[in-house]
């Protein structure tokens, strides 16, 4: 078979003898090749495509077979080749998803963050509630945002009161929740207050 070639690839060129040729192959072989990839690999779509990649190699080879048998071979070896080929590959696919499998993606790891840093918010506001009276009104205040100048004005306290209360406050509500929390988001939550 002489297939004519065009810029590195196949050309629709073929004489009407070529083409025949091709089609009686193709029609001749292509069911029984796909039943015998299937004993490799019980995809029918895979063996399809597995056995269509063979006749497109044929054609792009231009090999040219002495006898029958010696095609009939020649297609056959092919097929079992590509299909071990297909089951190495599948292989791999599975063993680097099952290796996978365990690892949390990107938006359950912020899923999972996000919830941490809210248990770690509404326990951290509980034991505000458990904070000596002065120290848990500066913290009150600060939960709502304000400064140290204006919780100072708000309390009628001075400002080194104020960043006293927050020190003694931080370490008491530490002290209590680290047990609890893990640390570096209670440290995070901590720091987003300014303490």
């Keep these: 078979m002489d297939n004519k070639q065009s810029n590195g690839g196949i050309s629709n060129t073929f004489s009407p003898s070529e083409r025949d040729t091709i089609r009686e192959l193709f029609e001749q072989h292509y069911t029984p090749l796909v039943l015998f990839a299937r004993n490799y690999v019980p995809d029918m779509e895979a063996d ?10 044929l054609i792009e080879s231009a090999k040219t077979f002495g006898t029958p048998d010696e095609l009939k071979a020649y297609l056959y070896t092919a097929v079992k080749n590509k299909c071990l080929k297909h089951l190495r590959h599948e292989k ?18 912020y899923f999972n963050r996000v919830l941490e840093e809210e248990v770690c918010y509404s326990l951290l506001v509980q034991e505000i509630e458990l904070l000596p009276d002065q120290c848990q009104k500066v913290f009150k205040l600060i939960l709502e945002g304000k400064a140290n100048p204006v919780i100072a004005a708000d309390l009628h306290i001075s400002i080194e009161t104020v960043k006293s209360h927050k020190q003694s406050g931080k ?6 929740l680290v047990h609890i929390v ?5 440290l995070f939550i901590l720091e987003k207050m300014g303490l």
């Design 48 to 57: 399809k495509d597995i056995v269509q990649e063979i006749f497109l190699a």
């Design 182 to 186: 893990e640390r570096s988001i209670l």
């Design 171 to 176: 370490k008491i509500l530490h002290d209590r």
């Design 92 to 109: 791999v696919k599975q063993e680097y998803s099952d290796a996978h499998r365990d690892e949390p993606s990107e938006e359950e790891t």
